[in-house]
């Protein structure tokens, strides 16, 4: 990591793990921690974007740690908070996670190739941390999942998180890569790491196992702020859109103090 990205980190993990921390242990908050991963599924500009077997194949993993800031419940006296709407319907989730991939050209382009096959030898991986904060919104009231009156409890959330990412690109005919690159990427490649932001979409639902603890499951989209996730750029018509990704990701929640 950058000397940038560490004093982020750092500042961030303080913030959201010291300082809620700190009000949670007088009783002022409600906090929660998990774990998530799931396959991320990666846009770029590798392959065809609209292209079936471009959607399904280049994708990763991705593993992450979350923290929960609950305004619906206050430990020091083992109860809810005052019944407004804000704490009844919405948390805050301070998220850090890692994910990576390989990525590769499909298409009919990269499929009907002549011999060489500039395009289809042309292979790619991308290594991605981030950390941020979003905002999730519940339609049902906290106060009653936590009491068990429904099991489950759906969610919307929005977000943004701060991005380093470190991407990789060779071709399996030789070096330098500069001889074998397909002519829409020539001077278009980048194997130095950046950094940028992410806006952050995302959709899910909790599931009650225990008094203490959630199962989760969280469908995320991610657009980027930069169209080197991936280390490729061109300005060619077809590259509309910066790098984008979805993330599908399963985990388990569990309150610390309730």
């Known amino acids: 990591m950058t000397n940038l990205t560490r004093t982020l980190c750092i500042v961030m993990l303080l913030f959201f793990f010291g300082k809620e921390s700190a009000l949670a242990q007088k009783g002022l908050l409600g906090q929660e921690i998990g774990i998530v991963a799931g396959p991320v599924a990666y846009y770029t500009d590798y392959g065809l974007r609209y292209n079936m077997e471009t959607n399904?194949?280049?994708?990763?993993?991705?593993?992450?740690?979350?923290?929960?800031?609950?305004?619906a419940y206050r430990a020091d006296c083992n109860c809810y908070t005052r019944d407004t709407y804000f704490n009844d319907h919405f948390r805050i989730r301070a998220e850090v996670d890692y994910?990576?991939?390989?990525?590769?050209?499909?298409g009919p382009i990269a499929r009907n190739e002549g011999p060489n096959g500039l395009l289809r030898n042309m292979i790619g991986s991308?290594?991605?941390?981030?950390?941020?904060?979003?905002?999730?919104y519940y339609p049902f009231s906290i106060r009653d999942y936590t009491a068990y009156a429904y099991p489950i409890s759906p969610f919307a959330s929005l977000g943004f998180n701060f991005v380093e990412y470190d991407p990789y690109t060779y071709s399996e005919?030789?070096?330098p890569l500069e001889d074998y690159l397909?002519?829409?990427?020539?001077?278009?490649?980048?194997?130095?790491a950046g950094s940028t932001w992410s806006i952050v979409l995302g959709i899910g639902t909790r599931?009650?196992?225990?008094?203490?603890?959630?199962l989760v499951v969280n469908l995320q989209w991610r657009y980027y702020n930069t169209d080197w996730i991936d280390g490729l750029d061109h300005d060619n018509p077809q590259n509309k859109f910066n790098d984008?990704?979805?993330w599908l990701n399963f985990g388990y929640i569990y309150y610390l103090n309730f």
């Open 244 to 246: 984008m990704m979805f």
């Open 182 to 192: 397909f002519h829409t990427f020539q001077g278009g490649v980048s194997q130095e």
């Open 56 to 71: 399904t194949s280049n994708t990763g993993i991705g593993v992450g740690l979350v923290y929960y800031i609950n305004f």
């Open 126 to 136: 991308t290594k991605v941390f981030e950390m941020g904060a979003h905002l999730e």
């Open 173 to 175: 005919l030789g070096e």
């Open 207 to 214: 599931y009650k196992v225990a008094p203490f603890s959630d």
């Open 99 to 106: 994910h990576w991939g390989e990525l590769n050209h499909f």
